[in-house]
Every structure is written in structure tokens, then in C-alpha cells.
């Protein structure tokens, strides 16, 4: 029943022709009250967002725009209010050399004291010791400077160690990460450039692109499964545990272990053969609007138009509010809106 309700509203609400959809454009008026999926294109894979003041900053996974913007070495995107967002530039001048050759992949960007820390993958496609390194700047756009490699595949025992997320527990710094070959968590040294003691499993190898969030005393893991870049016919999907402790155990709203092949609740997915985008997955931070409504910024594939001219997937950036039902988050019909939606708010009682 519940497939069926949800099917029958993707059609309704959440399928508008391409002709009703442009009525209202993604790079809105900022006092415009609605907007419309997607937030950002043509590219801003794998994002990650910090808020600075009243801004917000977001980036993505290096990639070619071709003759939609260009090369762009960690793209820096930037937006007062979650749906207008300007292109800054690129996050980095020059690409880190501890490694010969890979992609800058899936940063995770977080403001520590005064200046902001980028963790980010280097890796390539069947990379057979892909890793992690560290970048800090002075500004959130940049210029990211290297600090070199926290550690490869290798050296941690991790095969495939990419996808970073950095957090801060009782004055400590933590990684988490992980991509197919299980979500694991390490303690960080004082200044976050190495690991220190024993790493700890907390997913198993059907997930990657870890983000744990927390909230009435759980800390939520999100992580993404299927395939991310098979164009139109991506399975990519968010699925997500709970914990009352960092490192776990994390368990399903059925209570099954996310060290499982089979666990995790669904937040967003592409259920309904309605819904016009492929492979929403790889969740940025969630972010709290002024009435404290909880927003999902994540990336996704117009399966009308899923690639770039050059070949690249076309993974534009998508937002949604999240619906809390009895502890656990989802998407209205676990699929990306694609109708209109009433924006963020970011004063109270608007």
C-alpha cells in the first residue's frame, strides 16, 4: 500500500512536465518562496557544505563541465539561502603530488577554530591504493593549500579509502570513511593529519560516502549504495542507521546491523518509474533552516539529460527537506520533489 500511495504522488506531485518545471528555474530570486529541483548544475558531485556567517559554501568532486563551465579542479559553489547558488571558482590552484596520478574525489570541507579543513579522496577508477589527504585554507573559497597524504589504503589495512567525513567528540577528531570494503572510524592526531589507535568498523561493504549526524541523543550514519555513475541507469541511494554511541553499534529501523550486506533504512532512492532522477545519493551535511526544519543537499542525474557532452555525469545538486517519522529521516516518497517546494526559510515565522 504504502509503494502505492507513494507511486501514485510521484505522479502526481512529483513528475511536471519539463515545460512547467522551467516556469520556476533553479537559480531563483533570493525572496522568491519557492523553488524547483535542481539547486545547482551542471555538476556538483558528492557535495559538502559549511556555513561561514550568513553564506553558504559547497563543493564537489573534481570533473570536466566541457562546454558547460570547463575543468574544475574541486569546484566552489556558494548561496545565502540553499537555492541560488554562484560559481567561486575552484577550491585548489594545483592538484596534490604525494600520489602520481587520480581525481580529487568526495572532499569534505569543515571550519576548525579559524581556518577550514578539506579531507579529500585521491583516486582512480580500480585505484589498487587510492587515499586520503588533507587540505586547510585561510577563507572558505579558498585557496586550499596541501598538507599531504593522512593515509592510503595500505597504510590503513582499508582497501578502496576514500569518501572522508571529519567530526569533533569531546575535543577529539575523528575520520570516518570507506567505499565498498565497509565504513570504518579512526581516531585523529591533535592536528588531524594522521591516525591514531585502533580503526573501528561500524558499516559493512555495501555503502560508502559516510555523514553521521546527530540528534535526541542517536548519532544517524547516512551512506550511499548501488552503482553512482552509470548515467540514467544508476541505482545510486541513501540509506541510513542509528547509534547511541560514535562508534556504534549502528542498526536499521528493523533493528538489523549496518555491518549487514542487507541493512539500512531508505531516506531518498528512485522507486517510482515516474520520478525523473537516477542515482540520488552522497548526501552533504544536513542543514537546519531558522524554523528548524532539517534540509538534505545531495546529488542526482536528470535521466532526461544524465551526461555531459564530453561523457561526464551530469550530477546536478539536489535539496529536500527531511521528514522525521518516529526517529528516522526519509524524503516525502523516499524520491528527489520535482515539483515546486516551499524553500528554506531563514527567518522565523516567514
Not at 512529483?14 to 533553479?26: G, L, Q, T
Not at 559493512?204 to 555523514?211: I, Q, R, S, T, V
Not at 542526482?300 to 555531459?308: C, I
Request: charged share 25%.
Amino acid at each position: 500500500m504504502h509503494l502505492i500511495f507513494c507511486a501514485a504522488l510521484a505522479f502526481v506531485f512529483c513528475s511536471e512536465s519539463s515545460e512547467s518545471r522551467n516556469v520556476i528555474p533553479y537559480n531563483l530570486t533570493s525572496d522568491t518562496l519557492k523553488y524547483t529541483n535542481p539547486v545547482f548544475e551542471p555538476v556538483l558531485a558528492d557535495p559538502t557544505v559549511v556555513k561561514v556567517g550568513e553564506e553558504f559554501y559547497a563543493y564537489g568532486t573534481e570533473d570536466n563541465w566541457g562546454n558547460e563551465g570547463g575543468y574544475r579542479l574541486v569546484p566552489v559553489i556558494k548561496s545565502k539561502d540553499l537555492i541560488n547558488w554562484k560559481l567561486v571558482g575552484n577550491a585548489m590552484s594545483t592538484k596534490p603530488d604525494w600520489k602520481e596520478k587520480g581525481g580529487i574525489w568526495a572532499p569534505d570541507v569543515t571550519q576548525v577554530k579559524d581556518q577550514f579543513y578539506m579531507y579529500y579522496s585521491f583516486s582512480t577508477w580500480g585505484d589498487v591504493n587510492p587515499g586520503i589527504g588533507l587540505a586547510i585554507a585561510d577563507k572558505p573559497e579558498g585557496p586550499f593549500i596541501d598538507h599531504g597524504k593522512v593515509f592510503d589504503s595500505e597504510e590503513i589495512g582499508v582497501k578502496n579509502s576514500i569518501d572522508p567525513f571529519y567530526m569533533e567528540k569531546d575535543g577529539k577528531r575523528y575520520l570516518m570513511w570507506g567505499s565498498f570494503h565497509g565504513i570504518f572510524l579512526t581516531e585523529l592526531t591533535a592536528d588531524g593529519r594522521k591516525p591514531t589507535g585502533e580503526k573501528v568498523q561500524v558499516a559493512g561493504n555495501h555503502l560508502e560516502a559516510p555523514y553521521v549526524y546527530e540528534k535526541d541523543g542517536y548519532y544517524y550514519l547516512f551512506g550511499s549504495t548501488g552503482t553512482c555513475c552509470a548515467g540514467a541507469k544508476s541505482s545510486y541511494r541513501i540509506l541510513v542507521g542509528r547509534s547511541e554511541m560514535l562508534e556504534g553499534p549502528y542498526v536499521d529501523k528493523y533493528g538489523k546491523s549496518m555491518r549487514d550486506y542487507d541493512s539500512g533504512t531508505l531516506v531518498v532512492g528512485t522507486n517510482a518509474s515516474t520520478n525523473g532522477y537516477a542515482g540520488p545519493g552522497h548526501n552533504a551535511e544536513i542543514v537546519t533552516d531558522a524554523e528548524g526544519q532539517d534540509w538534505l543537499l545531495y546529488h542526482g542525474m536528470s535521466k532526461e539529460k544524465p551526461k555531459l557532452n564530453n561523457g561526464t555525469n551530469r550530477r546536478v545538486l539536489l535539496l529536500d527537506k527531511i521528514i522525521w517519522t518516529s526517529g528516522w529521516p526519509s524524503i516525502a516518497c523516499e524520491e528527489p520533489s520535482m515539483s515546486s517546494q516551499k524553500s528554506p526559510s531563514w527567518q522565523k515565522n516567514q
